[in-house]
């Protein structure tokens, strides 16, 4: 294989590992929710969209695994049961960019040695600890 060759397939690479690390932003915003989610507590983050029925009260709240967010149960004046739950958007969409970073990652580290870039694994250790972080702190409530 060609000098250049080399060059150009490094460089591919390269911006590989930089598209998997701009994956990575997803992570940080699901763990920014997560903590808007339930900074206080899961209760007291709890607001019913009904709020101007007198009769409901709240039941339970939880911090939740999967989706990463809060689950709220209400009790309405009428015995009926509302349940709302937060942060299943953020979490499908972080869900997705953590498989495209461990897609990227196996890609790359099929690679021949030569053109490996030295910070391959690097997103996907950053995704693996965010995840871990996100679901200590959610079992933690």
Known sequence: MSETQ???RSGKLVTLMAVAWILTV???LLLGSQFLDIREN???RCIHSDGA??????LA???TVFPIGRRCEWLLGDRQTLVTQ???LVTIVACAATACVLA???????QPRFARPRAMYGPLIVSVAIWSVLIYVAASF
């Open 6 to 8: 080399r060059d150009q």
């Open 26 to 28: 997803p992570l940080f």
């Open 42 to 44: 899961a209760s007291s």
């Open 53 to 58: 029925n007198p009769d409901s009260r709240l």
């Open 61 to 63: 709240a939880d911090a």
């Open 86 to 88: 937060t942060g299943l």
């Open 104 to 110: 990227l990652t196996i890609y790359t580290a099929r």
